[in-house]
């Protein structure tokens, strides 16, 4: 089974500061991959920046990147230059090959302080 | 090109009343999913679509929870009769099989009072 925990329920931070998101999951299929996903106040889940298992390599997709500690089984989010614009819930998720469902975290909420 | 689409974006009903979601996923979308959003938590999937086949739907309560994904295309989420618990967001996603992004609708907030 797979499970994806969050350890931080709020976060807050300075506009134009960096903050790092924690999450750790846990898995016993070889084959999957990690996604952060904003979710506003209006709901929507917007992907922001996904990590497949098997490259080493750490995504990174403008301002946001991963550090990703595969033995560990740490996917942790880092928002440089953050934005009044990043303030949103943000969700950490898993998903393998064979089941081909998102399993989510319980969510950090980030503030971003003016 | 238009995203998902879920309508209504709120209701509000008594308990033990019927209610019903519907969903319109991306163009050419195959996989099809409905999950479900309490309050400061993160989404859980009810069912998974493949076409119009249920491929996925373990974790849906099958007593009072319904759906169907006629032609393919368009799906519905019917609970009846609905319970105070049952308050919470409903989001549609969809995705083109094999590729791993899902992409959300803005998803239907349900209110049992």
């Known amino acids: 089974a797979q499970t994806v925990t969050q350890s931080q329920p709020e976060m807050s931070v300075q506009e134009a500061e960096t903050v790092t998101l924690s999450c750790t999951y846990d898995?016993?299929?070889?084959?999957?991959?990690l996604f952060w996903y904003k979710q506003p106040p209006s709901r929507q889940m917007i992907l922001v920046i996904r990590?497949?298992?098997?490259?080493?390599q750490n995504a990174t997709e403008n301002r946001f990147s991963v550090n990703f500690q595969k033995a560990a089984k740490s996917f942790s989010l880092k928002i440089s230059d953050s934005q009044l614009g990043d303030a949103a819930m943000y969700f950490c998720?898993?998903?393998?090959?064979?089941?081909?469902?998102?399993?989510f975290g319980q969510g950090t909420r980030l503030t971003i302080n003016p | 090109e238009a995203g998902v689409v879920q309508s209504p974006r709120y209701k509000i009903i008594e308990k033990k009343q019927p209610v019903a979601f519907w969903c319109n996923p991306i163009?050419?979308?195959?996989?099809l999913y409905w999950y479900l959003q309490n309050l400061g938590q993160g989404p859980e999937l009810l069912i998974r679509?493949?076409?119009?086949?249920?491929?996925?739907d373990s974790q849906l309560p099958k007593d009072r929870f319904s759906a169907e994904r006629l032609k393919g295309v368009d799906s519905t989420l019917k609970i009846q009769p609905a319970e105070l618990g049952d308050s919470a967001v409903y989001l549609c996603?969809?995705?083109?099989?094999?590729?791993?992004?899902?992409?959300f609708g803005p998803g239907t907030r349900l209110t049992v009072l």
């Open positions: 998720a898993s998903k393998t090959q064979g089941a081909q469902k998102l399993v």
């Open positions: 898995t016993s299929e070889s084959d999957y991959y």
């Open positions: 990590q497949e298992a098997y490259k080493q």
């Open positions: 163009s050419g979308h195959n996989t």
């Open positions: 679509y493949e076409n119009e086949e249920a491929v996925d």
């Open positions: 996603a969809s995705s083109l099989r094999g590729y791993n992004e899902q992409f």
